[in-house]
Nanobody
């Protein structure tokens, strides 16, 4: 069984910073790409940033220049450093990963439970 557990959300004032973490655990063979998505109230879930197993990153336009996604392969963990936060960044942030577990031959998609980020003006 594979699980993704997020941490680091909270309440911050505009202009502040938060660091989210997502740790994958369980019977993991390989972790391919990992990503962060977010969903604001009344809106669709949107991609924030992705990182490949080779640590190549890609960011949504809204995140470029403010967010940094990094990965610790030894700990099966990704970190999303969010700086210069804006009220429009308020959302539930979800971790996503494509993982091949010991019980499956093909990689599968997994989601974390989500962590709330609230940015006050």
């Amino acid at each position: 069984q594979v699980q993704l557990v997020e941490s680091g959300g909270g309440l911050v004032q505009a202009g502040g910073s938060l660091r989210l973490a997502c740790a994958a655990s369980g019977s993991i063979v390989t972790i391919n790409s990992m990503a962060w998505y977010r969903q604001a109230p009344g809106k669709q879930r949107e991609l924030v940033a992705t990182i490949t197993s080779g640590e190549a990153t890609n960011y949504a336009d809204s995140a470029k220049g403010r967010f940094t996604l990094s990965r610790d392969n030894a700990k099966n963990t990704v970190f999303l450093q969010m700086n210069s936060l804006k009220p429009e960044d308020t959302a539930v942030y979800y971790c996503y990963a494509v993982i091949r577990g010991r019980s499956t031959y093909f990689p599968q998609s997994y989601w974390g439970q989500g962590t709330q980020v609230t940015v006050s003006s």
